[in-house]
């Protein structure tokens, strides 16, 4: 695979384009263009399809339109292109079973195949969700790795240190992200589980130089580092910074790609192609060691609408029966904490992840906005429902979810809003209120009904 | 309205939704051979069609390449009419000037690039400032452009003080009244609008634009 000192050249000598030009004039004409050669087509009756050839038909569009359009530089606006030869060395040079954790938390994220009964990897927490206190982070935290299903955790930001609010860019957010780092360690170590690794890095961090400077107070190269695209198909020397100084301390990142349905890239068929092409350019720009793929449904600011299903599936698919490289999928939902529209979101997306190849991260409670609004309830259930999911056909799958999204579409514009984490959790155990429990045996119950087998 | 008149104007209104910047305007160049006045096919052929670009956005039965094609015809429908309408008139058909950009720290710009395609389509003059927008740009562009409204988008908490900021200079500098100050993005809400003085905030683009027609009418 090219070097990484290659992509920073391409990033500075490439072609250059006003980035609307590379926009509008490259991508989405591109887009449209192989969307239209493959004959991709959505289908709204089939959240989940079982159509081999569909998904390989969305990798191959995604190959064509990596090599045709690349990876556009927003600070040098030059694109970053790579031929189809070093495209296919970088699938196969790619990481195919990286290690993330210490000790006995110490594991693999596989590759997994649509309809596999391998247990998903399950990366859970607060998905960067933001908390009030630096004590609601730090039970937060001890909640999820008490979870014994969690193998990777992603912390809650902080919205303030010593009392005062965080400004992004300015001292107060390199001292919170120490901070950050500092309670995520220690409440690991309340857990009694010291290696589960960190993987969103410092949520609490905006800029390289925050993150960069709070991880040398306790993250480690086993932990692992979300770098993220820009939408769409953006990268900015911010970011590249980061891949830089992990690269140079040998240490593990996750890629992260959030494309919104009914943005540039359209539709759910654009979505799903442009998914395959940032797990390309995750590989070879930000040198993942694992991708995340992370569609959203701008309208609801979640992913758990009948529409975004059909994407996620059908990439989840592409992705993971033509690569070796590891994804995982990202949960978001609208609802908050002890409702029962929350629970079925949960079940949706988990089994559609699972069912299509993926591995999971969750996520985003109460589409991840609201203030202590998400509790470790939820990725405990997430994760259950994951490992229940593993070895369901994708016929299956489809049916469940069928099941479940009417039960909450019409609510997405509007979404309960649930309870806070101290509303619905006792503070000192962390353990949650018999309603929460009552409520979650009640859904479990339900799901085991529709066949997903419960351990 | 005569047979004739209304299938000129649905002509254009099609153009403008399929994004056809050549047929937009060629067909207000029909409108205006016809006899139509100028701020009419503003009103019910222009205006009318970015309307429903907007309605078929929410439905996703268009995307954001849509809107912004279907803005650039609409920028040629213009281009016709404006001579006949005239500099004064032209100013009281748009319902006014926003400035958007993305709040210091925050690179996220989809949100606020959605906001600024419904504000066109809504008939305001739109001016994006882009993602990483200090305070101080935000009151030197509003003061330069004359803008009704400013409008700053954020996705993060950490960015959010940006919005506080913004207010907060403009009562320094004496200029509050001058601009209604708009606020949104993921982890922004009602409270918070509330909280720092914000004249106006929406959980959505397209309430946003709801929100700042209500503004400026009321100005």
Redesign the interface.
């Known amino acids: 695979m090219i070097d990484f000192f290659d992509v920073i050249k391409r990033a500075l000598n490439g072609p250059y384009y006003s980035e609307q030009d590379f926009t509008l004039k490259i991508m989405v004409p591109k887009l449209k263009a192989v969307i239209k050669k493959y004959g991709i087509r959505y289908d709204p009756a089939t959240p989940i399809p079982s159509n081999d050839q569909l998904a390989d038909d969305v990798f191959r569009a995604g190959l064509e339109l990596c090599t045709e359009v690349g990876c556009y530089c927003k600070d040098t606006s030059r694109v970053i292109r790579f031929t189809a030869d070093e495209i296919q060395e970088a699938l196969r040079d790619a990481p195919s079973q990286p290690f993330f954790g210490e000790g006995r938390d110490r594991k693999a994220m596989l590759a997994r195949k649509p309809e596999s009964s391998d247990p998903p990897y399950c990366y859970v927490g607060a998905g960067g969700s933001v908390v009030t206190s630096e004590d609601v982070f730090v039970r937060l935290v001890e909640g999820y790795g008490r979870n014994p299903l969690s193998d990777s955790i992603t912390c809650p930001a902080l919205t303030k240190i010593n009392g005062m609010e965080i400004v992004a860019g300015s001292p107060l957010e390199l001292l919170a992200c120490i901070r950050a780092v500092e309670l995520g360690r220690a409440a690991l170590r309340r857990a009694q589980r010291p290696g589960l690794p960190i993987m969103n890095s410092i949520a609490t961090g905006v800029t390289a130089t925050g993150k960069i400077g709070g991880s040398a107070f306790g993250l480690r190269d086993t932990d692992c580092w979300v770098v993220g695209f820009t939408s769409p198909l953006k990268v900015q020397f911010e970011r590249m910074n980061e891949v830089a100084y992990l690269l140079a301390r040998g240490a593990q990142l996750v890629g992260e790609a959030s494309e919104p349905i009914g943005g540039f890239a359209g539709g759910p068929e654009g979505v799903a192609v442009i998914s395959v092409v940032y797990h390309i350019l995750s590989i070879l720009v930000l040198r993942s060691s694992v991708h995340l793929t992370f569609p959203i449904d701008i309208r609801y600011g979640c992913n758990t609408s009948w529409e975004i299903m059909w994407p996620i599936s059908v990439a989840a698919q592409a992705i993971s029966r033509n690569s070796h490289h590891p994804i995982l999928n990202l949960a978001y939902t609208a609802a908050g904490p002890m409702t029962e529209m929350c629970l079925y979101e949960i079940a949706a997306t988990m089994t559609t992840f699972v069912a299509s190849g993926g591995n999971i991260e969750f996520g985003g409670v109460a589409k991840g906005t609201s203030q202590d609004r998400f509790t470790p309830m939820e990725p405990r259930f997430a994760t259950e429902v994951a490992h229940a999911a593993a070895g369901l056909s994708r016929v299956q799958a489809n049916e469940i979810v069928k099941t479940l999204i009417p039960k909450y579409k019409d609510r997405l514009s509007n979404p309960p809003k649930g309870a806070k984490f101290q509303e619905c959790f006792d503070w000192d155990s962390i353990q949650p209120c018999q309603e929460y429990i009552d409520l979650y045996g009640q859904i479990k119950t339900e799901l085991a009904g529709y066949g997903l087998k419960f351990k | 309205m005569s047979t004739d008149k209304k299938a000129l104007l649905d002509e254009l209104q099609q153009a403008v939704i399929e994004g056809d910047g050549e047929g937009a305007k060629a067909a207000a160049q029909k409108c205006m051979e016809a006899g139509i006045p100028p701020l009419e096919t503003v009103e019910f052929g222009l205006r009318d069609g970015l309307k429903i670009v907007g309605e078929r956005?929410?439905k996703?039965e268009l995307?954001?390449?849509d809107m912004?094609l279907a803005a650039e015809a609409g920028n040629e429908v213009m281009k016709v009419l404006e001579p006949a309408i005239g500099a004064s008139n032209m100013q009281a058909s748009s319902p006014g000037t926003v400035i958007v950009g993305a709040g210091?720290?925050?690179?996220?710009?989809?949100?606020k690039n959605?906001l600024g395609m419904l504000f066109k389509l809504a008939g305001f003059k739109v001016h994006d400032l882009g993602e990483d927008v200090s305070a101080t740009t935000f009151l030197e562009e509003a003061r330069r452009l004359n803008a009704d409204i400013i409008a700053i988008s954020c996705l993060?908490?950490?960015?959010m003080?940006?919005q506080r900021e913004v207010i907060k200079l403009l009562n320094d500098v004496h200029e509050r009244d001058k601009f209604k100050v708009m606020v949104g993005g993921?982890?922004v809400?009602q409270q918070w609008a509330d909280d720092i003085g914000a004249d106006g905030y929406a959980e959505?683009a397209g309430g946003g634009v709801t929100v700042a027609l209500k503004l400026v009418a009321n100005k």
């Open positions: 956005f929410e996703l995307f954001l390449p912004i210091k720290g925050d690179i996220h710009t989809i949100g959605i993060m908490t950490s960015t003080p940006c993921a982890p809400t959505t």
